[in-house]
């Protein structure tokens, strides 16, 4: 297959790729296959010879779709959405033709002076101060290491990442327990520690789950007294959970009294931050250390494409930077150098996604698309509350809710009816020991019609349970 073949090939794929998306709602959101089945089709010894591209590509329409969960599909209201706006995907297209390194500025000029660009654009969009840079990564999870291992350094005085954690002072991370695992598994693998992940309560009866900043408070004075050493403090704003949102502004303020570098995970809801009404679910972000937001999530940018905004990156940089003769632009010493802000050094062209997206939508439609979101979601929890049976257990925050059906069994049972009839792909999560469903509305392609085939699905499927 040469370049000429790949223009024919790419062609053919660009017509696939309309008529899939055209018969998404024909199809179930999620395949009725049991583990290995799709295996068994494919597997063969790795070929000698080379196929025949009509026959890869005719396997792959054959094969591929019937076996996949349909992340595109108007109706997948699992997990988070992982959106991808036409436009996101033409420019993944053509970053893919480029195929560039984008390690370094000079592998790379306009993929890393672009990042700069649409990182004010997303800054300016969201509201934030003015001083505020940051960084493209692969995902939120990267980010959150990447903000603790800084945490780490700060508190160690950077000698960390020279001299080990042999002998260091014990360091303690504080988070609500509404916190994504990301977090989790930034602390075991910076090297702090599992069990110094300190899981904060929250405020009684708070209508979106905060941590308690006295909490917060009485757990750092403790650890101090017990010879422990603070580090840093991990909000959410938007738990994948329930949708939990902490006190910024107060719990920020309690951390910044101690001296404690603050990140906060906005990784779905920071994409509504372009909607001015929501932004009181993060009043005080201007004083926040380091945000993360997923612009994969909820904007409409192919994954992956995770944000991070740095009120300083000098921090980041000297936690995570690493410059070797064969890394240095000559006569350019001071330019910026992304692989520095975060963990890997190979680096794709994400900025141009974010590029074209926010061009070819505007701010005016990615905002419509959004408020849609959150006032289907009110509307189909209001139609839900009234069914027989079932109750509503955390309302709306955004565009995500949770419900059960009379008890954990048939909760469970309900679900996994739903999903193995396909016309809708819902998730669950434990909640003050009950076991829930969550419905997370935000499909780029979803509409009022989609979302609300909901109840009608639950009262079909729950009539017999």
């Not at 757990?219 to 840093?232: Q, S, T, W």
Request: net charge negative; charged share 20%.
């Amino acid at each position: 297959m040469d370049y000429s073949d790949l223009a024919d090939w790419q062609k053919r794929a660009a017509d696939w790729a309309r008529d899939y998306h055209a018969g998404l709602r024909d199809r179930p959101v999620r395949p009725n296959i049991a583990p290995g089945e799709f295996l068994a089709k494919i597997d063969a010894p790795v070929p000698e010879q080379p196929d025949p591209v009509e026959a890869i590509f005719d396997d792959f329409t054959r094969l591929v779709p019937d076996a996949m969960t349909h992340w595109q599909h108007p109706r997948f209201f699992a997990y988070f959405p992982a959106n991808a706006a036409p436009a996101s995907m033409l420019a993944e297209q053509l970053a893919n033709a480029m195929s560039a390194q984008a390690m370094l500025w000079q592998t790379a000029p306009a993929a890393n002076e672009m990042e700069e660009l649409v990182i004010r654009w997303l800054r300016d969009a969201m509201g934030l101060p003015l001083g505020f840079t940051g960084t493209i990564h692969d995902s939120a999870t990267t980010a959150t290491f990447s903000a603790v291992t800084t945490m780490r350094e700060l508190a160690l005085g950077h000698e960390g990442i020279t001299k080990g954690l042999s002998g260091a002072p014990t360091l303690r991370i504080y988070a609500s327990a509404q916190t994504h695992s990301s977090v989790d598994k930034a602390v075991r693998l910076s090297g702090i520690g599992q069990d110094n992940l300190v899981k904060v309560p929250t405020v009684p009866g708070h209508p979106t789950w905060s941590m308690d900043p006295d909490a917060l408070d009485r757990l750092i004075r403790d650890d101090l007294a017990a010879g422990l050493k603070p580090a840093g403090v991990v909000l959410c704003v938007g738990g994948t959970s329930i949708g939990a949102c902490d006190d910024i502004a107060a719990c920020i303020d309690v951390a910044h009294a101690h001296g404690l570098t603050v990140h906060v995970d906005a990784a779905w809801a920071g994409s509504a931050m372009i909607c001015e009404e929501f932004r009181t679910l993060w009043t005080g972000i201007e004083a926040a250390d380091s945000i993360i937001f997923n612009p994969h999530k909820w904007l409409g940018a192919q994954f992956d494409c995770a944000v991070q905004f740095l009120r300083d990156p000098a921090p980041q940089i000297g936690a995570m930077g690493l410059r070797p003769e064969y890394l240095r632009t000559q006569g350019a010493d001071e330019v910026v150098n992304y692989n520095e802000w975060t963990l890997p050094l190979g680096r794709r062209f994400r900025a141009l996604k974010l590029w074209f997206l926010l061009r070819a939508e505007g701010l005016s439609g990615l905002r419509a698309r959004i408020r849609n979101h959150v006032a289907w979601t009110n509307e189909v929890a209001e139609v839900i509350a009234t069914l027989p049976g079932f109750e509503i257990t955390t309302p709306p925050i955004l565009s995500l809710f949770t419900f059960r059906f009379h008890d954990d069994a048939k909760s469970a049972a309900l679900l996994e009816r739903v999903n193995r009839d396909g016309r809708l792909y819902l998730t669950q999560t434990q909640h003050e020991g009950q076991f829930v469903i969550r419905v997370s509305v935000g499909q780029y392609s979803t509409t009022r019609d989609d979302v609300m085939m909901i109840p009608d699905v639950l009262k079909e499927l729950s009539r017999d349970l």
